[in-house]
């Protein structure tokens, strides 16, 4: 089935240090790609989004790039803030028979930025 | 606009025991997803309901049943409870015509 991995944390970086957070997929088709992040103690706030192969998603100086001849989707912000400490989950869509769709999310990678 | 809203936020039972938790989809929504998330872990996709039916169905057993009502709001159960159903339970909706999910804050179940 569908499957998404991602790099294992935790990733520990200096404010304004550049992040990059990796992530591949096993998919049949071409799914959407999301990047979601979890703050401490909250749900999961959608950051950005690719649905086709070659879209970059990006929000809040973030991106990431729907590259599928290596069927990645890496996380990307070239200057991070103490604010950006949490969990970043990468996840596809996966669409069965009849349009409903679920998300697969990757382990996650937890972040810490310190001042 | 109010967002996803989950309740209760944090919920106690003891092994064997029966719980609802309860979810109102985003406004002008119409699709609900639940997910269960273990600690230290991603959510995991349990099932998801549309038009008060279930249209699909994660990797979880008869235990954990849904319900979706007339105005969208939903409830997920989970009978006869085991230690490892402890976890935070997400709910998300969508609308019918776009694939994007908004998450709520998550239902905090511990099993004792």
């Known amino acids: 089935g569908n499957s998404v991995t991602q790099m294992e944390g935790p990733v520990t970086l200096s404010e304004e240090a550049f992040l990059t957070i990796n992530c591949t997929y096993t998919?049949?088709?071409?799914?959407?790609l999301f990047w979601y992040v979890q703050y401490p103690g909250e749900g999961l706030q959608l950051l950005l989004k690719?649905?086709?192969?070659?879209d970059k998603g990006s929000n809040k100086g973030f991106e990431a790039t729907y590259r599928k001849e290596t069927t990645s989707f890496h996380l990307e912000k070239g200057s991070v803030q103490v604010s950006d400490s949490a969990v970043y989950f990468c996840?596809?869509?996966?669409?069965?028979?009849?349009?409903?769709?679920?998300?697969?999310f990757g382990k996650g990678t937890k972040l810490t930025v310190n001042p | 606009d109010a967002g996803v809203t989950q309740s209760p936020t944090h919920l106690i039972k003891t092994r064997g025991q029966q719980v609802t938790l309860r979810c109102s989809p985003k406004?002008?929504?119409?699709?609900v997803s639940w997910y269960q998330q273990a600690l230290g872990q991603g959510p995991q996709f349990i099932f998801q309901?549309?038009?008060?039916?279930?249209?699909q169905r994660g990797n979880f057993p008869d235990r954990f049943s849904g319900h979706q009502f007339p105005n969208y709001s939903s409830e997920l159960n989970v009978n006869a409870l085991l230690l490892g159903d402890s976890a935070l339970y997400l709910c998300?909706?969508?609308?019918?015509?776009?694939?994007?999910?908004?998450f709520g804050p998550g239902t905090r179940l511990t099993v004792t």
């Open positions: 690719a649905t086709k192969a070659d």
């Open positions: 996840a596809l869509s996966d669409i069965a028979q009849g349009g409903s769709e679920k998300l697969v």
């Open positions: 998300a909706s969508r609308t019918g015509s776009s694939y994007e999910q908004y």
């Open positions: 406004s002008g929504h119409d699709t």
């Open positions: 998919a049949t088709g071409y799914p959407s």
């Open positions: 309901y549309y038009e008060e039916e279930e249209r």
